[in-house]
Nanobody, 127 residues
Framework: QVQLVESGGGLVQAGGSLRLSCAASGRTSSTDTMGWFRQAPGKEREFVATKSMRDSSTYYKDSVKGRFAISRDNAKNTVYLQMNNLKPEDTAVYYC????????????????????WGQGTQVTVSS
C-alpha cells in the first residue's frame, strides 16, 4: 500500500502562486508514475500533470502548460506542483495520485490508471 498526503492549498488572488506538496509513504518503490488531478464543484475529476518516476518525463494539461510544474524530491519522497499565474478557473480540490503503471511512450491522464490517491487539498483563486 501507498499513502499520499497533500498540503499547500489555500486562497490566493489571480496571478498569484501556490506550491502543493504530496508526501508519499509505504511501498513507494512500487509506484512508477505520479500525477496531479483536480475536481471543481459539479465537474468530473480532471488530469493536471504527470511525472514518470523512472525517466522524469512530464506531461501537462494544455491549460496549465507554462504555468504549472511537477517535480519531485526523492530524498523526501515528495512530489510537488508549483502553480504560477493562477486563474479563477484553477479553483478546485487538487489530488495527488500514484500509479504502478509505466510506459516510455504513453502518459497516464485517466484517473482509472492510478492506484492510490490522497485526500485532496483545496485551492481557491479569487478574481
Amino acid at each position: 500500500q501507498v499513502q499520499l498526503v497533500e498540503s499547500g492549498g489555500g486562497l490566493v488572488q489571480a496571478g498569484g502562486s501556490l506550491r502543493l506538496s504530496c508526501a508519499a509513504s509505504g511501498r513507494t518503490s512500487s509506484t512508477d508514475t505520479m500525477g496531479w488531478f483536480r475536481q471543481a464543484p459539479g465537474k468530473e475529476r480532471e488530469f493536471v500533470a504527470t511525472k514518470s518516476m523512472r525517466d522524469s518525463s512530464t506531461y501537462y494539461k494544455d491549460s496549465v502548460k507554462g504555468r504549472f510544474a511537477i517535480s519531485r524530491d526523492n530524498a523526501k519522497n515528495t512530489v510537488y506542483l508549483q502553480m504560477n499565474n493562477l486563474k479563477p478557473e484553477d479553483t478546485a480540490v487538487y489530488y495527488c495520485a500514484a500509479s504502478t503503471y509505466y510506459s516510455t511512450n504513453y502518459y497516464y491522464t485517466n484517473p482509472l490508471e492510478y492506484n492510490y490517491w490522497g485526500q485532496g487539498t483545496q485551492v481557491t483563486v479569487s478574481s
